[in-house]
């Protein structure tokens, strides 16, 4: 120990295997020196139980004993000893490998640091990048809103209203995620987009539609798909799947494709369930607007038929919510 000292290491020291525990176990060592014979336990179940605690597994061990055979060597390797030196020892061998270790446990240390705040600094990138394409994406959407209200029937208010109603059908939902209605709640916008593509004199019609204008009518939903499949994007999938969907029925009676039941992606059924009630809570070029209690008695009656019941029991329990979008 007095050549420790002289070379001006800190140190303390037990005199039984588990007061060394207890003593490691509230200090914050570089390095144990370990003799092998002790009162109690000895000083291979002292380095097992050292190596077994997370917070004491790295600390570098060396075995300091009597005991030279090959079998007590091999034995205190096995028990997770770094070195071994037999008493007798000289000084200076002493000296040099506590130095190696402890400049090796704390290079180790470091190099542990620097990896972790890599590590932390690679999933803030991440995050970083993937708000920045949700941002761009969100962008993208409003362009796309903007240029919906200013070529289709539908108004800024009924799309954003629409997007609302939807979340709040995602929220209450039992297997949607949050993070899924925050997806539909960006996407549901988007679910006229390919009214776009209709004639104009059919969208702004004043009067019914001709069974020819209307079936060019139902084509917007599958335009909408087309413009936005081309993008992998959550948001943008999302919405290609409402734009598809969004005038399917649970009975299999609606457009394009007559899809019944859960074969509708939950997407689609939710926008059209919140489509339907706005435009009937407002007024439209070829309608006066609906009342709220005629406006819910429709949603209601149509459960199983145009909507998914389980939506229309949320949509009932929380109706009031529902109004006040409506209001907004
Ligand atoms: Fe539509
Ligand atoms: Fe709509």
Redesign the pocket.
């Known amino acids: 120990m007095s050549i420790l000292k002289e070379e001006n290491y800190e140190f303390s020291f037990a005199t039984s295997g588990d007061s060394a525990l207890e003593l490691i176990a509230d200090n914050d060592f570089d390095l144990v020196l370990l003799d092998v014979m002790m009162p109690g336990i000895d000083g291979y179940e002292v380095c097992i139980r050292l190596r077994e605690n997370p917070d004491t597994e790295d600390i570098p061990v060396i075995f300091v004993t009597a005991k030279s055979d090959v079998d007590s060597i091999r034995k205190g390797f096995e028990a997770g000893g770094q070195d071994y030196i037999v008493k007798p020892f000289h000084a200076d061998e002493l000296l040099a490998r506590v130095q190696t270790h402890i400049e090796l446990y704390r290079a180790k240390k470091i190099l542990q640091h620097n990896n972790l705040s890599l590590q932390t600094k690679m999933v803030r990138q991440a995050t970083r990048i993937d708000n920045e394409l949700e941002e761009s994406q969100k962008e993208m959407i409003s362009v796309l809103i903007e240029l919906m209200e200013a070529t289709s029937d539908?108004t800024g208010k009924?799309i954003r209203r629409?997007a609302e109603y939807s979340r709040l059908l995602a929220h209450y939902h039992r297997s949607i995620s949050e993070e899924d209605a925050n997806t539909i709640y960006a996407a549901a916008p988007m679910?006229?987009i390919g009214k776009i593509a209709i004639d104009e004199h059919i969208l702004h019609k004043k009067g019914k539609l001709t069974n020819e204008e209307f079936l060019a009518m139902k084509e917007h939903a599958a335009k909408g798909e087309d413009f936005l499949r081309v993008s992998g994007r959550k948001i943008m999938k999302a919405a290609s799947i409402i734009a598809y969907q969004h005038h399917e029925k649970w009975d299999g009676s609606g457009y394009p494709r007559g899809l019944a039941g859960e074969a509708i992606h939950i997407y689609g059924r939710i926008v059209a369930l919140a489509?339907v009630f706005d435009?009937l809570t407002h007024k439209r070029v070829y309608k006066d607007p609906w009342s709220i209690e005629d406006a819910v008695a429709y949603i209601t009656e149509n459960s199983g038929t145009h909507f998914d019941p389980y939506l229309v029991e949320i949509f009932e329990a929380n109706v009031n919510e529902f109004i006040s979008i409506s209001k907004l």
């Open positions: 539908e009924h629409v679910h006229d489509d435009a």
